[in-house]
Nanobody, 114 residues
Framework: QVQVVESGGGLVQPGGSLRLSCTAS????????MGWYRQAPGEQRELVAA???????TYVDFVKGRFAISRDNAKNTVYLQMNSLKPEDTDVYYC????????WGQGTQVTVSS
Protein backbone atom coordinates (compact mmCIF):
# COMPACT_ATOMS: atom_id res chain seq x y z
CA GLN A 1 0.00 0.00 0.00
CA VAL A 2 1.45 3.33 -1.07
CA GLN A 3 1.53 5.89 1.71
CA VAL A 4 1.77 9.64 1.36
CA VAL A 5 2.68 11.92 4.25
CA GLU A 6 2.46 15.69 3.95
CA SER A 7 3.89 18.14 6.48
CA GLY A 8 4.97 21.72 6.91
CA GLY A 9 1.65 23.54 7.05
CA GLY A 10 0.68 26.01 9.72
CA LEU A 11 -0.57 29.47 10.50
CA VAL A 12 1.27 32.32 8.82
CA GLN A 13 0.63 36.01 8.35
CA PRO A 14 -0.06 37.45 4.90
CA GLY A 15 3.20 37.92 3.06
CA GLY A 16 4.83 35.08 4.95
CA SER A 17 6.33 31.81 3.72
CA LEU A 18 5.96 28.11 4.32
CA ARG A 19 7.69 25.06 2.92
CA LEU A 20 5.57 21.96 2.52
CA SER A 21 7.08 18.49 2.28
CA CYS A 22 5.59 15.25 1.03
CA THR A 23 7.12 11.81 1.23
CA ALA A 24 5.57 8.99 -0.78
CA SER A 25 6.39 5.30 -0.43
CA UNK A 26 5.98 5.02 -4.17
CA UNK A 27 7.99 2.51 -6.15
CA UNK A 28 10.07 4.17 -8.87
CA UNK A 29 9.18 7.58 -7.43
CA UNK A 30 11.74 9.21 -9.68
CA UNK A 31 9.80 8.18 -12.80
CA UNK A 32 6.52 9.82 -11.78
CA UNK A 33 5.15 13.28 -12.37
CA MET A 34 4.30 14.64 -8.92
CA GLY A 35 1.91 17.38 -7.94
CA TRP A 36 0.66 19.52 -5.09
CA TYR A 37 -3.08 19.93 -4.82
CA ARG A 38 -5.30 22.00 -2.62
CA GLN A 39 -8.86 21.66 -1.41
CA ALA A 40 -11.15 24.03 0.39
CA PRO A 41 -14.17 22.70 2.32
CA GLY A 42 -16.94 21.74 -0.08
CA GLU A 43 -14.74 22.32 -3.11
CA GLN A 44 -13.05 20.03 -5.61
CA ARG A 45 -9.40 19.22 -5.09
CA GLU A 46 -7.32 21.12 -7.62
CA LEU A 47 -3.76 20.86 -8.86
CA VAL A 48 -1.65 23.93 -8.14
CA ALA A 49 1.84 22.79 -9.13
CA ALA A 50 3.43 19.81 -10.84
CA UNK A 51 6.92 18.58 -11.58
CA UNK A 52 8.11 15.97 -14.06
CA UNK A 53 10.97 13.51 -13.60
CA UNK A 54 13.04 15.91 -15.72
CA UNK A 55 12.18 18.78 -13.33
CA UNK A 56 9.91 20.57 -15.75
CA UNK A 57 7.45 22.58 -13.64
CA THR A 58 3.95 23.88 -14.21
CA TYR A 59 1.85 26.12 -12.00
CA VAL A 60 -1.70 27.33 -11.88
CA ASP A 61 -1.86 31.06 -12.65
CA PHE A 62 -2.67 32.27 -9.16
CA VAL A 63 0.51 30.81 -7.65
CA LYS A 64 2.96 31.62 -10.44
CA GLY A 65 5.87 33.65 -9.18
CA ARG A 66 5.03 32.85 -5.55
CA PHE A 67 5.21 29.05 -5.21
CA ALA A 68 8.02 26.74 -6.28
CA ILE A 69 7.81 22.96 -6.53
CA SER A 70 10.90 20.78 -6.29
CA ARG A 71 11.77 17.16 -5.67
CA ASP A 72 14.46 14.98 -4.11
CA ASN A 73 14.23 11.56 -5.69
CA ALA A 74 16.76 10.07 -3.26
CA LYS A 75 14.30 10.84 -0.45
CA ASN A 76 11.06 10.13 -2.35
CA THR A 77 10.09 13.67 -1.40
CA VAL A 78 8.47 16.58 -3.15
CA TYR A 79 8.44 20.11 -1.75
CA LEU A 80 6.35 23.22 -2.21
CA GLN A 81 7.97 26.50 -1.27
CA MET A 82 5.19 29.01 -0.69
CA ASN A 83 6.13 32.69 -0.60
CA SER A 84 4.13 35.92 -0.47
CA LEU A 85 1.22 34.00 0.98
CA LYS A 86 -2.25 35.47 0.74
CA PRO A 87 -5.39 34.73 2.78
CA GLU A 88 -6.89 33.07 -0.30
CA ASP A 89 -4.08 30.49 -0.18
CA THR A 90 -5.71 29.07 2.95
CA ASP A 91 -6.57 25.44 2.25
CA VAL A 92 -5.55 21.86 2.97
CA TYR A 93 -2.66 20.92 0.69
CA TYR A 94 -2.04 17.40 -0.58
CA CYS A 95 0.48 15.75 -2.82
CA UNK A 96 -0.02 12.93 -5.26
CA UNK A 97 1.13 11.85 -8.65
CA UNK A 98 -0.02 14.01 -11.54
CA UNK A 99 -2.62 12.94 -12.46
CA UNK A 100 -3.59 11.59 -9.04
CA UNK A 101 -3.23 7.81 -9.10
CA UNK A 102 -2.29 6.81 -5.55
CA UNK A 103 -4.19 6.97 -2.24
CA TRP A 104 -4.43 10.45 -0.76
CA GLY A 105 -2.64 11.33 2.44
CA GLN A 106 -4.08 13.41 5.27
CA GLY A 107 -2.87 16.66 3.79
CA THR A 108 -1.43 19.61 5.65
CA GLN A 109 -3.42 22.68 6.64
CA VAL A 110 -2.18 26.07 5.49
CA THR A 111 -3.84 29.06 7.11
CA VAL A 112 -2.91 32.59 6.08
CA SER A 113 -4.32 35.14 8.46
CA SER A 114 -3.32 38.18 10.44
Amino acid sequence: QVQVVESGGGLVQPGGSLRLSCTASLNMFRLHDMGWYRQAPGEQRELVAAITPENSRTYVDFVKGRFAISRDNAKNTVYLQMNSLKPEDTDVYYCNTSPALIPWGQGTQVTVSS
